[in-house]
């Protein structure tokens, strides 16, 4: 599981401590992904609430890292955030004619 909380936080792309405060955990996140430190139940409860990871994947690593929707909401917000801002602007109007055209289906 340890591991698994790393290769999580590094695909959202958070530091050990921004990943570490999003679920509010006091100490270091180092020390779980290294396995020195155990990981508890509220961490697990915390990670999979907060990121909506699927908690199946996330205890014996069965099945997909995110419950469906969020994998794809997650993928397009770590593609969007290395983005230049003209390019995230490129998008959200693109997005927006998305959503026209398909109101109009």
């Known amino acids: 599981m340890n591991s698994r909380i790393k290769k ?14 999003k679920i509010g ?6 020390e779980i992904e290294n396995n020195k430190a155990p990981i508890t139940e509220r961490t697990i409860i915390s990670i999979c609430s907060v990121f909506n990871v699927n908690e199946n994947w996330l205890r014996t690593g069965q099945g997909e890292m995110f419950n469906v929707l969020q994998k794809n909401y997650n993928e397009f917000f770590s593609i969007f955030k290395n983005l230049k801002p003209v390019l995230q602007d490129f998008l959200i109007k693109i997005a927006k ?9």
């Open 8 to 21: 999580l936080r590094n695909f959202l792309g958070l530091t050990q401590l921004e990943f570490a405060s």
């Open 25 to 30: 955990l006091k100490s270091s996140i180092s």
């Open 97 to 105: 004619d998305l959503l026209d055209t398909q109101s109009k289906l």
